[in-house]
């Protein structure tokens, strides 16, 4: 069900947060917002967190992944509004990161990193979700 759903979800965003295994993990990081050393729990891998968005991606985590199923949040009215905030806050971020940054490199190079992160279909991971094939050479996609 859809509860349960949820509960994945928070685990899964958990990982994603810390790079941990999922055994205990909403012990750890429960107590680590409680003794306020959240910022130890981050993924050591990614430099420069936006704390104040992970803490927050955090606790919407743990609501998620609550053992009882009654004490989780709804997906539609709790969870997605809040990921839809974390997202279009990630976005501005990374426009102006990529437009501070693009005034260094030469006209063409500003130009593709615009056209990159303007564009939905295409991800990090060079990923294009419109076609079943990923851009990396020899491999296929699951979707």
Not at 10 to 17: A, F
Not at 35 to 52: C, H, R, S, Y
Not at 91 to 103: D, I
């Amino acid at each position: 069900g859809v509860r349960s759903d949820i509960y994945s979800l928070g685990i899964m965003l958990l990982q994603i947060i810390t790079a941990k295994p999922p055994m205990g993990l909403t012990h750890i990081v429960g107590r680590a917002i409680e003794k306020g050393n959240f910022t130890e729990m981050l993924d050591p891998a990614i430099q420069d967190w936006p704390v104040e968005a992970a803490l927050s991606l955090a606790e919407i985590a743990l609501k998620c992944a609550e053992l009882r199923r009654k004490d989780r949040p709804d997906l539609g009215t709790v969870v997605l509004p809040e990921l839809n905030r974390l997202r279009e806050l990630g976005e501005e971020t990374m426009q102006h990161y990529v437009l501070r940054t693009s005034t260094n490199n030469s006209p063409m190079n500003s130009q593709v990193s615009l056209e990159v992160m303007s564009d939905p279909l295409l991800t990090q991971s060079g990923y294009d979700s419109s076609r079943s094939e990923s851009s990396i050479p020899g491999r296929k996609s699951n979707a």
